[in-house]
């Protein structure tokens, strides 16, 4: 049903910086897009692999610094940025996968957290290449070869930003469509069954979560190109619990479950910018009855009603 109407989704995706007119709100949906893309990325290890890591983080702050130190230092064309930020990504992604994907169970989700530590100390700590907790800024701009086209308006890169998370989510979609992504099924689903067959489980994992840090760094490129500035906060934990919370919130396992708990954080950070820091005891809330009462996520709640539907019009 769905996919009947996504021509329909695309076009009003197309027009809303236009309906909402305010530079404000597309700012936000700039964010949203990035968001999305970034809780896609999470998702194919949480929602096709079955794995929950809490370093996340750490590839989207390894995009945004790898494609500013690129843009900056060596001239490398910023078009080109999310690229290598994927390239740089995905190289890390697959060394830290290789030695924590060894390990199961709780343990993988504390050896991603330490990595993700170490990765953020450095950062900190490595101040000729990342300036510290100073941070980079005045970082380049968006841009693209023969486009005289200023991208540091939102309702500019918003359209960069829409069309990176379209193809990242109909490579997502095709991906899961495919032997691969039917290994990956298998594998979150059981494991040792799956390795009966014939899969081998280590590398589809690895391969999984190469791909889903590779996507991380695209996000951050992007991200740091948008704001211009970047700090070692990009890899912190409070990025990492907004990831699940897009994840989980919107409906691990899906592609449009993930998108929509992107826009949902997004409108609630905002919503409740008034009320500071207690807005983290909403997003906490909000996470627990989800697992409780709606371990499918919201994407569940519209299943429901289509088989209802179904259901009804068959009778």
């Known amino acids: 049903m769905i996919k009947g109407r996504l021509p329909l989704v695309v076009a009003v995706l197309g027009i809303l910086p236009f309906v909402v007119g305010n530079a404000y709100l597309q700012h ?11 809780a896609l990325s999470l998702n194919m290890i949480v929602g096709y692999l079955g794995e929950l890591t809490f370093g996340h983080a750490a590839f989207f702050g390894i995009g945004a610094y790898t494609s500013a130190i690129l843009s900056m230092n060596y001239g490398l064309p910023v078009w080109l940025g999310p690229f290598a930020a994927a390239i ?22 504390i050896l991603t957290l330490g990595f993700g530590s170490i990765l953020y100390t450095i950062t900190n700590y490595w101040v000729d290449l990342t300036r510290g907790p100073m941070g980079i800024s005045n970082i380049p701009p968006f841009s693209l070869p023969g486009l005289d086209i200023d991208f540091t308006r939102a309702d500019r890169m918003y359209y960069v930003a829409l069309v990176v998370l379209l193809l990242v989510a109909y490579g997502c979609r095709a991906l899961m469509t495919s032997r691969t ?10 494991a040792p ?7 081998d489980v280590f590398h589809t994992k ?16 992007l991200y740091g190109h948008y704001l211009r500035v970047i700090t070692p906060d990009l890899m912190s934990l409070q990025y990492v619990a907004a990831l699940i919370i897009m ?10 479950g993930p998108i929509i708990g992107a826009g949902i954080y997004v409108a ?18 909000l996470l627990t009855l989800c697992v409780i009462f709606l371990p ?12 209802r539907q179904a259901a009804g019009g068959a009778s």
């Open 247 to 256: 994840v989980i919130v919107g409906g691990k396992g899906t592609i449009i």
């Open 28 to 38: 936000m949906l700039v964010l949203w897009a990035i968001y999305a893309l970034l």
């Open 206 to 221: 690895l391969l999984g979560f190469t791909i889903a840090t590779a996507l991380a760094g695209v996000g951050g490129a």
């Open 296 to 307: 499918g996520g919201l994407v569940s709640l519209w299943r429901r009603y289509a088989g």
């Open 181 to 190: 992504g039917r290994a990956f099924i298998a594998v979150r689903e059981n």
């Open 268 to 285: 609630l950070l905002e919503a409740l910018r008034v009320v500071g820091s207690l807005r983290l005891v909403v997003f906490a809330a």
């Open 88 to 109: 740089v990504a995905a190289f890390f992604g697959a060394v830290i996968g290789y030695v924590a994907l060894r390990i199961v169970g709780p343990q993988f989700a």
């Open 193 to 199: 069954l799956a390795a009966s067959t014939g899969i």
